[in-house]
């Protein structure tokens, strides 16, 4: 663990380095290029669908008057340009998808078994529905890395999850959850949140009537956080040791929002709320450059391998 404070043990060396370089020059020589072509293709496809969106306002004026159905035409009107402008922009996206599965293997190189994807959704998302986390309807997902590291096998899921559509969507949680295997099996279930909201109204159903919060025995930590159990003599050292121990290093250095743990079995699900894009890359607009934007992505990577490392340690000292 120590050697997770010092994420310079993490830069790529210099053949690493070399082939992380010629990736991004290659990148870079091609994207005005590509940045251009796209850039006319979107305002040609727009052109000839404003002239025909015209003519078709045109025919719906004078054949109908009805409210509805100008309402209907203005809709489509809206949503099929919108889909012109990201399918005219599509090769500008495929240029930085690209870079992305060339260079994250690279400087996530000392990660064993490395995957990259973007857009899907795991499974373990239900996972984080069944051990009711969170409520939530859909998900917009972003990057997701796994692989595994000094003995620990995770999934790092960049997610936005809401609720309804429209004008009833509401986001529900923004940032990274987390997905690792532990050591050890706990008989059960551990579900730790802060106070009120959504652990109030779901507790019930989640552990039938009358379950009553452990006590972890930190003022501080039974002040804040609720923490709840159907098996809660088994989760009684988990909670009042390594866990607290955990929570307490948590709430000094991750202070985006409300971190939410599920320990079930094996499986360990951390939620950590977050605005930022932890994996970005520069708009097709702008070169991108090793020391301004991939760097502080392996920084940033170290730091949430610390995060997961202290949640694995759990079932070492328990």
């Known amino acids: 663990m120590e050697i997770l404070r010092d994420p310079k043990h993490y830069m790529p060396g210099k053949p690493a380095l070399d082939a992380i370089r010629a990736q991004i020059d290659a990148y870079n020589s091609e994207r005005p290029g590509i940045f251009v072509h ?5 305002w040609i496809f727009l052109g000839v669908f404003g002239v025909a969106a015209a003519i078709a306002v045109v025919i719906v004026l004078e054949n109908f008057r009805e409210s509805r159905a100008i309402g209907l035409l203005v809709a489509a009107i809206l949503i099929v340009g919108y889909r012109l402008w990201e399918y005219a922009w599509k090769p500008a996206r495929d240029h930085q998808m690209a870079l992305r599965h060339r260079l994250f293997p690279v400087i996530f190189g000392f990660l064993d078994n490395f995957s990259y994807s973007h857009g899907r959704a795991p499974a373990f998302l239900d996972d984080v529905r069944q051990m009711k986390l969170i409520r939530y309807g859909s998900s917009e997902n972003d990057d997701m890395i796994s692989g595994t590291h000094q003995g620990l096998a995770f999934d790092l899921l960049e997610t936005t999850l809401v609720t309804g559509s429209g004008k009833r969507r509401e986001v529900v949680f923004r940032g990274l959850i987390f ?47 609720e923490f709840h159990s159907d098996n809660p003599k088994a989760a009684m050292p988990v909670i009042t040791g390594p866990l607290t121990s955990a929570l307490i290093w948590l709430g000094d250095e991750w202070r985006d929002g409300e971190v939410r743990i599920a320990i079930r079995g094996r499986e360990c699900i951390l939620l950590l709320p977050s605005k930022r894009d932890w994996f970005a890359l520069p708009d097709i607009q702008e070169d991108v450059f090793y020391g301004r934007d991939v760097e502080p992505m392996i920084r940033e990577m170290v730091v949430l391998l610390a995060v997961a490392h202290l949640m694995h340690r759990i079932g070492k000292t328990s």
Request: proline share 4%.
């Open 38 to 42: 796209a850039q006319h293709r979107a």
């Open 179 to 225: 997905r690792f295997n532990l050591d050890w099996e706990f008989p059960g279930l551990i579900v730790v949140a802060k106070r009120g909201n959504w652990l109030q109204r779901y507790v019930a159903e989640m552990f039938r009537t009358g379950a009553k919060p452990i006590l972890s025995g930190n003022r501080r930590l039974d002040q804040t956080h």
